[in-house]
Nanobody
Framework: QVQLVESGGGLVQPGGSLRLSCTAS????????MSWYRQAPEKERELVAS????????????HYADSVKGRFTISRDNAKNTVYLQMNSLKSEDTAVYYC?????????WGQGTQVTVSS
């Protein structure tokens, strides 16, 4: 069965960095686009970044929310079935639960989420 397992969240000071990881299993990871979403308290879940499948290598293979452009970088290691989210220059407004997402064979799959708290 499809599984997405996130790790790497934690508490960090403003201006700091964190790297989130999402390890996938149960499907041909390299064939599918993957995304990171986040949900802050009392707010709707929002798309943070997405990355195309291994078959797309153009400059348009990644997409970012305006709020994280220039600070966050999404990448993938198809040999490890893992997608990453490198988060730099973190702000208090980045505090949220971060979720890994993939639409696999028409079904929407989510990881369990990992908490990121940016606070001094």
């Amino acid at each position: 069965q499809v599984q997405l397992v996130e790790s790497g969240g934690g508490l960090v000071q403003p201006g700091g960095s964190l790297r989130l990881s999402c390890t996938a299993s149960g499907f041909a990871f390299r064939n599918y686009a993957m995304s990171w979403y986040r949900q802050a308290p009392e707010k709707e879940r929002e798309l943070v970044a997405s990355i195309a499948s291994a078959f797309i290598t153009s400059a348009t293979s990644t997409h970012y929310a305006d709020s994280v452009k220039g600070r966050f970088t999404i990448s993938r290691d198809n040999a490890k079935n893992t997608v990453y989210l490198q988060m730099n220059s973190l702000k208090s407004e980045d505090t949220a639960v971060y979720y890994c997402n993939g639409v696999i064979a028409g079904y929407n799959y989510w990881g369990q989420g990992t908490q990121v708290t940016v606070s001094s």
